[in-house]
């Protein structure tokens, strides 16, 4: 696969400065306008039903971990009403080969607010991070993230909805 330069829209940019930070490590960057991705994702992730979606897994034959699950769920709908929260799944669905709970978020705001908050809060759980583009399989492949550790997706599964 080809992959567009990251540097695309700064090929004409004045080049960056060496001078490094009080801190001895940090590079100095002067001021300059806020990135839009602060406020809206970047294309190809379509936000028009949901931006992210955040599986979080558990083994549902391990009675503390589907305990500690049963709990995430209830204080995530508690703590953050605002996303779209499903049901608590209670064996694998889907290209999932475990047992999970889907949350949903619709802005960058709310997706780096869920991801921080996971990373401390998921105890012996794992969560599969993934965007919404238009290929399926690409989400919740090469597009993917992990908090924890990673499980085998079902990938035939997803290339059946994949172009």
């Known amino acids: ?3 567009p330069s990251p540097l695309v829209g700064y090929e004409n940019a004045e ?3 060496d001078k490094v930070n009080a801190d001895g490590k940090s590079l100095y960057n002067p ?3 806020r990135s839009a991705a602060y406020d809206e994702f970047p294309k190809p992730i379509d936000s028009s039903n949901n931006a992210f979606d955040f599986h979080v897994y558990y083994m549902q034959s391990d009675p503390e971990q589907l305990e500690f ?3 995430l769920h209830e204080r995530i709908r508690r703590e953050f009403p605002e996303l779209r929260i499903y049901k608590f799944f209670e064996k694998p669905v889907g290209p999932h080969p475990v047992a999970m709970f889907e949350v949903n978020t619709f802005t960058p705001h ?7 908050w ?3 809060n998921r105890g012996p759980c794992s ?3 993934h965007p919404n583009t238009d290929d399926m399989y690409r989400d919740h492949t090469e597009l993917a993230t992990w908090i924890g550790r990673p499980w085998p997706i079902n990938t035939d599964f997803l290339k059946r909805f994949s172009r």
């Open 127 to 129: 969560v599969l991070i």
């Open 15 to 17: 080049s960056l400065p």
């Open 110 to 116: 709310q997706t780096g607010t869920l991801f921080g």
């Open 69 to 71: 699950a049963r709990k």
């Open 31 to 33: 001021p300059a306008p």
């Open 118 to 120: 996971l990373v401390v």
């Open 1 to 3: 696969m080809s992959w």
